[in-house]
């Protein structure tokens, strides 16, 4: 990625382009983050068997890491979020780049502009990565459907997402609907499956990985949900507000409203989406939460995907460097800690 984005910086100053725009992203790519979905990827070729040329599934790899920038950053803009990996979000950073002689309303508007354009631009970025890995004509036939499920589905969830923020309710189905597009299949499943069709894995090995990864990825979910309300910004990168605020539809917020008694559904109904919360009205909010058995709820609901997962493993056939690393994956992503 580094070499790329280096490459494009190159190319963008020859041709007198705005170096900001590569500058911008290479500073949100290498600010952090966990690099699951390409980690998956080359656990999903390993997995499968792949021991030749490791070259197409780490350019593979890569374009995935660069897709989910494309993402993370219209998902920042469409939640109007101020940090990203602990730093200003890159909407943010170009409004106040070029806040100059403007308004505060026009250079917000700026900042949000030109963070979609280079969202849009990390997706284009992420189609010429994929190429670079000179896939053979089977590996490609095997790859690009899986590929395209993966960004159809993803679109789908956070659509969803999207929808029902601002008006959360006790609909189980639909929370963890989002749940299953959003982040089970996108972020886990479907990196997994990229890989192993790399290494010409059969329907049996992509069955073993998806039982793993389907309740991995809604384990890892559940604990972001519990995350965007009783975490912290130097843990997570992110307010503990914005969810929130924004009156995320979480499995969590639909516990508490399926056991809400009626003062306790009318604060949430009246709190949970006001864009002006504050730091008394989270901690009630949290308070009925913990006092509803939601966040327990979560909790064990996370602690039983993640059992499923493990379980799964034992009856795979991976080779056992492959288990022992996916076994980490379950437990980092589903432990991660306030």
């Not at 590929?147 to 029902?164: C, I, K, P």
Request: hydrophobic share 45%; net charge neutral; glycine share 8%.
């Amino acid at each position: 990625m580094d070499t790329f984005l280096t490459e494009k910086l190159r190319a963008a100053s020859a041709s007198q382009l705005p170096g900001e725009v590569g500058e911008a992203l290479h500073g949100l790519l290498f600010a952090g983050g966990k690099r699951l979905r390409p980690s998956l990827c080359v656990l999903g070729w390993y997995a499968a068997g792949g021991q030749k040329e490791m070259g197409p599934v780490l350019h593979a790899a890569a374009s995935l890491e660069m897709f989910h920038t494309f993402a993370l950053i219209h998902d920042d803009v469409a939640d109007r979020s101020a940090t990203r990996r602990g730093r200003p979000t890159i909407h943010r950073v170009l409004a106040d780049l070029h806040r100059s002689g403007r308004s505060p309303a026009q250079a917000d508007h700026l900042g949000t502009s030109t963070a979609i354009l280079i969202g849009d631009l990390a997706l284009a970025w992420s189609d010429e990565l994929f190429p670079t890995a000179r896939l053979t004509p089977a590996q490609l036939a095997a790859t690009l459907p899986v590929v395209e499920s993966m960004r159809t589905e993803v679109m789908y969830g956070q659509y969803l997402d999207v929808v029902a923020a601002g008006r959360p309710t006790s609909d189980m189905e639909r929370a963890m609907a989002i749940v299953h597009y959003k982040t089970a299949k996108y972020s886990v499943e479907r990196p997994l499956h990229i890989g192993a069709a790399l290494a010409g894995a059969d329907a049996h090995a992509h069955a073993a990985l998806s039982a793993f990864a389907l309740p991995v990825g809604e384990a890892f979910q559940l604990r972001d949900d519990l995350l965007g309300v009783f975490g912290t910004l130097e843990a997570t990168g992110k307010s503990c507000m914005e969810d929130l605020r924004d009156g995320k539809h979480t499995v969590l917020l639909a516990h508490a409203l399926r056991r809400a008694d009626d003062v306790q559904r009318k604060v949430l109904e009246r709190l949970v989406g006001d864009p002006v919360l504050d730091e008394d009205g989270a901690a009630r909010i949290r308070d009925i939460l913990i006092a509803t058995g939601a966040r327990d709820s979560v909790e064990h609901m996370i602690a039983s995907r993640r059992e499923r997962a493990l379980r799964s493993l034992d009856r795979a056939s991976f080779p056992a460097p492959a288990t022992d690393a996916l076994r980490q994956i379950a437990y980092a992503t589903t432990n991660r800690a306030a």
